[in-house]
T-cell receptor
Framework: DADVTQTPRNRITKTGKRIMLECSQTKGHDRMYWYRQDPGLGLRLIYY???????NKGEISDGYSVSRQAQAKFSLSLESAIPNQTALYFCATSDITGASYNEQFFGPGTRLTVL | AQTVTQSQPEMSVQEAETVTLSCTYDTSESNYYLFWYKQPPSRQMILVIR??????QNATENRFSVNFQKAAKSFSLKISDSQLGDTAMYFCALIQGAQKLVFGQGTRLTINP
């Protein structure tokens, strides 16, 4: 079974609809991240959470909100979807250790299309 | 703010050839990590290789190696004996401090038979 899962894998929705993308992990990591991938722009950070009580905005948080329901679950919501939110969305996790760097592990991605 | 730039949107080589993907970056920090990620058509993000800024020696993982030029802020990826399975998008990325990855725009690499 995959360590980081995302649901749904693909979603088509209409402008103005509320949509939630979910991420779950079995790695026991404290840190979770949401990224957005657009052609020609790479991946950009939307929100990140270092533990259940810690939520931080990333580079492009406008139009998005998140919820960290538990250590293992981190959801991304689009309150009123718009077409320029059409993108590939990735969840990632990392551990907290004494090291200066902790590898991030990515989920399989959610392809979202807003019509 | 840190930035990562990949100036080659697409590259194409023949199988078994060697190919080099370019990446430049900007950061004000002295300690950071650099990465190359591979994204095949399956969309999965796969870590290919990483380099710590403090280490002089270039990282190597089997057929993948990097040329890390700290003063020039350059971090290129060399793929030797390229294989059809190397066909993918490749992203250069930088991380420092708060553990937030900053990605380049990506290079689409095609290995032709």
């Amino acid at each position: 079974d995959a360590d980081v899962t995302q649901t749904p894998r693909n979603r088509i929705t209409k402008t103005g609809k509320r949509i939630m993308l979910e991420c779950s992990q079995t790695k026991g990591h404290d840190r979770m991240y949401w990224y957005r991938q657009d052609p020609g722009l790479g991946l950009r950070l939307i929100y990140y959470s270092f533990d259940v009580k810690d939520i931080n905005k990333g580079e492009i948080s406008d139009g998005y909100s998140v919820s960290r329901q538990a250590q293992a679950k981190f959801s991304l919501s689009l309150e009123s979807a718009i077409p320029n939110q059409t993108a590939l969305y990735f969840c990632a996790t990392s551990d907290i250790t004494g090291a200066s760097y902790n590898e991030q592990f990515f989920g399989p991605g959610t392809r979202l299309t807003v019509l | 703010a840190q930035t990562v730039t990949q100036s080659q949107p697409e590259m194409s080589v023949q199988e078994a050839e060697t190919v080099t993907l370019s990446c430049t970056y900007d950061t004000s920090e002295s300690n950071y990590y650099l990465f190359w990620y591979k994204q095949p058509p399956s969309r999965q993000m796969i870590l290919v290789i990483r380099q710590e800024a403090y280490k002089q020696q270039n990282a190597t993982e089997n057929r993948f190696s990097v040329n890390f030029q700290k003063a020039a802020k350059s971090f290129s990826l060399k793929i030797s004996d390229s294989q059809l399975g190397d066909t993918a998008m490749y992203f250069c990325a930088l991380i420092q401090g708060a553990q937030k990855l900053v990605f380049g725009q990506g290079t689409r690499l095609t290995i032709n038979p």
